[in-house]
């Protein structure tokens, strides 16, 4: 028996050092320019002892291409393709995102975050038609309908701004319908047109199925060609069970013309037809971040609590009496009293008797740094800083969340060109100058086409200054060197340059009528309150005072 124990055990060996020789000796096989290790099963199980002898050939050779180890075998991999991987989480992660924003505060502030920084009071439509008069119709007539955008008729236009991302990103996607009013549903309209949101339940992520040629996959319809036609959207949402037309009309849908339909979501895949909350990085610590709170306020109770046991001596009758009956009434103790515990008194207990009170663990030191740490993952996760996920500046400077609010500045500005301007606003603005031409409230000139007045651009809301004496400085020196202009900073700002001068000129002839003479005219005064030069060349050079007094500044 013992002999044929060794000679197994040395059959054992000799086929793992033949695997790591095979592993060591066999040349890689190259087919289309690419190399493919040669490795069978025997040998991956003998050099990494993590592979299962379950695991099927290709497993076993992804693992050794990647060199997986102790730490490197326990990550899982994605295999699933864009649309895939967006249905198949979508779902799921929809209904966790809605619940913690509904349910804890930081998820809810980092959605806040994001769509005030994002969205603000809305974008500011800028006519860039050469025209003015023209210029300045339409960009009238379009802030006269944007108090009329709402089908509902509760928001402007930078209210269902807001509402739509908002809802994209808690969501994951977000609809928009585009409605053409007729009739009765035109009146008051200038425009006739009208939006309606929804969320992204409304189109049904298992409608996977062929229509003819065209493929739907996530309620929405492609051509062969990969172009969307369609949107099957139900008719009312899914989630609404208030009468019983809801919960029947709920299950139907109907097919909607995609240039009726606006899709809002952040595409993270190419041929990603869905998309995923924005918290959806972060929903596995936010539930671990309210269980762990909940478990320390639970104890901070418990601690708060005066409680405690009372003994008795050991070998005494008493618990001798109490070991042996335990579980049981004792009516001999009944007349035993134990006062009550009060401010200034000194009880007297029975002899034998024994106190001690209970002493619940405490948080701990790392109480703080632990909740930190978990913000800081939520905070990364979304793509806002921590400051402003927790509203905790006592450890930052100027300089700190300068630099923290410059990237973040980045990314609020993608969020508005990719996502809000060119997904959201654009194709509003050129459905609706399309139908203020056709109902005749705008009337094209002569030589000016569609095309022309479909050139505009977007002004959101502006960035804050952290240190405006410095910024500002910088600015004026940047306008000074021609490395920008006038009108680039006032747009940065969120103004129309235009406006801005119209105002100026304004105040100047207001100034002149009442004869004042301020600092902030600086055709007269320099910003040191010396009078200007009569000649205006000499504004191009530097401030360098010729005649004339200082002013006192109003």
């Known amino acids: 028996m013992t002999k044929r124990k060794t000679t197994s055990a040395k059959t054992a060996v000799k086929k793992q050092v033949k695997a790591k020789a095979q592993v060591r000796s066999t040349p890689p096989r190259i087919k289309n320019n690419t190399i493919k290790s040669v490795v069978t099963k025997e040998a991956m199980e003998s050099v990494d002892p993590f592979v299962s002898s379950g695991a099927s050939t290709s497993q076993t050779q992804v693992a050794f291409a990647s060199e997986q180890g102790r730490r490197g075998g326990e990550v899982l991999g994605l295999s699933g393709g864009p649309k895939t991987t967006s249905i198949v989480n979508s779902t799921v992660a929809r209904r966790r995102s809605r619940h913690a924003v509904l349910t804890n505060p930081y998820a809810k502030r980092a959605i806040d975050i994001l769509t005030s920084n994002v969205v603000g009071s809305g974008h500011r439509l800028v006519s860039e038609v050469t025209d003015k008069k023209l210029r300045k119709e339409i960009e009238g007539l379009w802030e006269k309908w944007t108090s009329k955008v709402d089908i509902s008729g509760k928001l402007n236009f930078g209210g269902v701004e807001a509402l739509a991302f908002r809802s994209m990103l808690e969501g994951g996607d977000s609809f928009a319908m585009m409605r053409t009013r007729k009739g009765e549903f035109a009146q008051g309209l200038d425009v006739p047109l009208q939006l309606q949101l929804f969320e992204a339940e409304q189109v049904p992520v298992h409608m996977n199925k062929s229509n003819g040629k065209n493929k739907i996959v996530a309620g929405i319809e492609f051509t062969p060609f990969g172009s969307i036609t369609r949107y099957h959207m ?32 952040d595409v993270r895949r190419p041929n990603e037809v869905r998309g995923l909350p924005v918290l959806s990085q972060a929903l596995i610590q936010l539930s671990d971040f309210d269980r762990y709170n909940d478990a320390e ?63 619940p663990a405490d948080v701990g030191g790392n109480y703080k740094d632990f909740l930190r740490q978990q913000l800081l993952m939520i905070s990364a996760s979304v793509n806002i800083t921590y400051e402003q996920l927790t509203g905790d500046i006592r450890e930052v400077n100027d300089r700190t969340i300068r ?46 086409t569609i095309d022309d007045v479909k050139k505009v651009k977007w002004v959101a809301d502006p960035w804050v200054y952290l240190n405006p004496q410095q910024e500002v400085q910088t600015k004026i020196l940047e306008v000074r060197a021609g490395f920008t202009s006038r009108s680039d900073i006032i747009t940065e700002r969120g103004d129309i340059p235009e406006e801005v001068d119209e105002r100026i000129t304004t105040e100047r002839s207001r100034e002149r009528d009442n004869d004042l003479v301020l600092t902030t005219n600086a055709g007269v005064v320099s910003n040191s309150g010396v009078a200007q030069s009569a000649d205006p060349l000499a504004l191009l050079h530097d401030e360098v005072p010729t005649e004339g007094t200082k002013t006192n500044e109003d």
């Open 234 to 265: 139900f008719k009312e949402h899914p989630g609404e069970f208030l009468n019983l037309n809801d919960a029947f009309t709920s299950k139907l849908t109907s097919a909607v013309n995609a240039a009726d339909v606006l899709h809002m979501h």
């Open 297 to 359: 306020l639970v104890r901070k109770k418990a601690a708060a609590l005066i409680g405690g046991f009372i003994t008795y001596a050991p070998g005494t009758e008493e618990m001798n009496a109490f070991i042996t009956d335990a579980g049981e009434d004792d009516p001999d103790n009944e007349d035993v009293h134990i006062e009550a515990m009060e401010p200034g008194t000194f009880p007297v207990l029975p002899q034998g008797y024994d106190v001690r009170f209970s002493e």
């Open 403 to 448: 630099a923290a609010m410059l990237e973040f500045k980045r990314i609020a500005i993608n969020y508005q060109k990719h996502i809000m301007v060119h997904q959201f606003c654009m194709p509003i603005y050129n459905r609706w100058i399309e139908l203020a031409v056709i109902s005749g409230a705008i009337v094209l000139p002569a030589g000016v």
